[in-house]
């Protein structure tokens, strides 16, 4: 990876070249691969080749959407910015090549005296090969209203499709593809949260690029609140992506030496999908603050006993789940006054007397007794008018236009940049989670921001509620240092960079039918690593989609992922908490695999049939994939499938888990090496022909180098719709390989 910037002349920086890597360079190269990417003057336009820097300027004749947009009363809003200063890793800039291996953090500063205007940018190019950029702009006049300040980042000609994230309720980060045209790609979230149906990573890559090939170029702005995402092609042929908050109108007026600062905007490189989100798992998992403790089996008693709380139905539900090896224990909605149902309580953060006589005290206590952390549910940017806080409050309720806003799943949004209610929401929270010693929070946001302005005089406010919630999670993680804080927003609708900060587990989404799931998690995998993605067993007929699925599909999708359970474990079989205990055993086995190895996903002839993705061991020497068929497909069985990721030269033991024997069908192909089963020799040397697996038969699985399970690959069994087969695929000693050739034959 090599990021190349000029920063010459007094000009702000301009990004040369930021991709696969350059090799050694030195001066004059440098120069030339500048002078290398100047255009040719063509008629009718400026005179001067258009040099596009990371905030561009319109001043210049760039012709795209510019990087700073504001005035102050009509003037000043054409500035012409001077580079002043610029720094390396901390250290002055010296004049030519300067080169900064591992990475490198550069510091420029540049002015307008007229426009009386100070920016800064930053960026950074992380080991992992992450570049990120961000401005800020100091305003040194009388007041300056800022409309948007942008960073943009230039991708080649040859970058020509591009694919986002949509989505919605339920059904979160779809992908859709759409080729890059002149003029330009606007994703804009107004939702005053990132949103279920958020670009994500907006990527522009060779066109059709997939999970292994193609090269790519993606953005991504590290925010939790209103947000834009962009792709844009001029006619003259420059191609750019670009980010920045979205600033509603009035929102950031600076005024003398006030400053404000852009999110960090992510651009991520890579050939093929899997690639770019390698990068962003790497760089995640470096930083200090990452969760390294292993993650804990969870279960969340909301789809078990919703609104309904009662202590002994509680207790029940939560020896049900040790006794199956569940390690945290959530209490989802419904603890707090007057919380029978959605329609009051929200923001009376104090456990109910009616419903907890005794408090959280003696479930707390059950619970850590029983091993497990204590989880419970919080909305602190909420609140119903029908509720003690807002009778009390009412100028607490965001509003603007002298009315109050529109209400969405009957509830309102607080407004915590007001000091008064902020300092209520953190004193209660305080207190609860002190008293019940609660290990976790399950942040939930349920709402988007409509007419979010700030009373009385109904400012709009969405910039300033999204700090003021970064500082609340920030003091309760200060004041509970192992406090563990879950993004919740309607299920998937606050999954970013800028919440990840402060957050150590992200809801995907509000579904947990598994055949939603096998889209949702590895598509909010391209951003986040599996250790973050919350993944939960629902019951058997799921809640949102009341479709009826096999336990071992249900639980072979949510094993990749941070494993939970999201139903009435006391009404479950001892058949069914046996299987469910097996597969979070494997769980626990394999979540360190899980949660440090890189995702590897199969590109699909079919994926709306068949999904072929999981995790490779860092030194390679270990796998755990799943086959997930989601349909009938056309032909029967499903065709070959291949491996990815491997060590080409090592040999590796393929073994399909009997959990997942839901999967294997009537038929399974002779590499499973099913004693009983088609197509395998059998001790008398007589190869039954149309003997199906025996129930007790464990599958011996094939042993096949990397390269020709990528290559070549498996035969597939002749799966039921919606069932997954899991595979454990592990590095084998040649020496037991030779053993058991002695051994005589075992596949045919």
């Excluded at 990004?15 to 360079?25: N, R």
């Amino acid at each position: 990876m090599s990021v190349l910037i000029d920063v010459r002349a007094g000009e702000l920086p301009a990004v040369v070249h930021w991709g696969d890597d350059l090799g050694a360079l030195d001066h004059v190269t440098a120069l030339a691969l500048v002078d290398a990417g100047v255009p040719p003057l063509l008629g009718n336009v400026v005179d001067d080749p258009v040099r596009v820097a990371l905030v561009p300027e319109s001043r210049t004749g760039w012709l795209g959407r510019p990087g700073l947009v504001g005035d102050r009363g009509g003037h000043d809003w054409s500035p012409r910015f001077t580079t002043t200063a610029a720094t390396l890793d901390g250290a002055p800039l010296a004049p030519g090549l300067v080169m900064a291996d591992d990475g490198g953090a550069l510091h420029v500063e540049a002015r307008d005296d007229v426009a009386r205007l100070a920016l800064t940018i930053d960026v950074e190019l992380t080991p992992d090969g992450v570049l990120r950029a961000r401005a800020a702009v100091t305003n040194d006049g009388e007041a300056y209203r800022l409309d948007e300040l942008a960073v943009v980042l230039p991708v080649p000609p040859r970058a020509r499709e591009l694919l986002d994230l949509a989505g919605r309720w339920t059904l979160e980060r779809v992908p859709q593809r759409r080729a890059l045209t002149v003029g330009t790609h606007l994703r804009e979230g107004r939702r005053g949260r990132t949103g279920p149906d958020a670009a994500t990573l907006l990527t522009a890559g060779h066109p059709g690029f997939g999970f292994a090939d193609g090269e790519v170029w993606g953005v991504h702005v590290a925010w939790s609140g209103n947000h834009r995402h962009w792709a844009e092609r001029l006619p003259s042929g420059e191609q750019v992506l670009g980010g920045s908050e979205l600033l509603l109108p009035g929102e950031v007026v600076l005024g003398p030496g006030e400053t404000y600062t852009s999110p960090w905007v992510y651009g991520v490189h890579g050939h093929g999908l899997d690639a770019q989100a390698a990068r962003l798992h790497r760089m995640l998992r470096r930083r200090p603050h990452h969760p390294r403790s292993p993650r804990p089996v969870t279960l969340n008693v909301w789809e078990a006993v919703y609104f309904d709380h009662d202590l002994a139905t509680l207790r029940a539900l939560a020896d049900a789940a040790a006794e199956i090896g569940v390690e945290r224990f959530v209490l989802d909605d419904g603890w707090f006054r007057g919380r029978r149902d959605d329609t009051a309580g929200l923001g009376d953060w104090f456990v109910d007397e009616d419903v907890w006589p005794d408090g959280l005290g003696p479930l707390a206590d059950h619970v850590h007794g029983l091993g497990m952390e204590l989880g419970l549910w919080f909305e602190p940017e909420m609140v119903n008018l029908d509720s003690d806080l807002a009778r009390e409050h009412p100028d607490w309720v965001m509003a603007t236009g002298g009315r109050t806003g529109v209400p969405a799943r009957n509830q309102h949004v607080l407004d915590l940049t007001n000091p008064d209610a902020a300092a209520y929401v953190l004193e209660r929270m305080t207190a609860v989670i002190g008293a019940s010693g609660a290990d976790h929070v399950k942040w939930d946001h349920n709402r988007d921001l409509v007419d979010a302005g700030s009373p009385p005089g109904g400012a709009p406010a969405v910039h300033a509620q999204t700090l003021a919630a970064y500082a609340l999670m920030a003091e309760l993680r200060r004041r509970f240092p192992g406090l563990e804080i879950e993004s919740c927003s309607s299920g998937g609708g606050r999954v970013d960079l800028g919440v990840v900060e402060h957050t150590q587990r992200v809801w995907a989404s509000d579904c947990t039918d598994a055949l939603e799931r096998q889209q949702i998690q590895p598509w909010t995998a391209q951003l986040l690593p599996l250790e973050y993605v919350g993944a939960h067993v629902s019951a058997d007929v799921n809640h949102q989609t009341h479709r009826a699925h096999s336990l071992s599909f249900r639980a072979g999708t949510a094993l990749f992922g941070h494993l939970g359970v999201e139903w009435d474990l006391t009404r479950s079989t001892a058949e069914q908490l046996a299987e469910l205990r097996a597969w979070i055993d494997l769980y626990r086995a394999e979540r360190e695999l899980l949660h440090t190895g890189a995702l590897v996903r199969m590109d699909s002839a079919d994926p709306d049939a068949q999904l072929v993705w999981g995790v490779v061991a860092p030194d390679r020497s270990r796998a755990l994939f799943q086959v997930a068929t989601l349909a009938r497909p056309a032909a029967a069985p499903s065709g070959r499938f291949t491996l990815r990721g491997l060590d080409p030269d090592r040999r590796y033991r393929v073994v399909p888990l009997a959990l997942s024997r839901d999967a294997f069908g009537d038929r399974v192909p002779p590499w499973f090496g099913v004693p009983s089963a088609y197509g395998v020799v059998a001790p008398d040397g007589v190869t039954p022909r149309s003997t199906p697996p025996a129930p007790d038969d464990v599958p011996r699985g094939t042993v096949l180098t990397g390269r020709a399970l990528e290559v070549v690959g498996l035969q597939a069994p002749d799966a039921p719709p919606a069932s997954t087969l899991v595979l454990r695929v592990e590095a084998v000693v040649e020496d037991a390989v030779a053993d058991e050739a002695a051994d005589g034959p075992r596949v045919s």
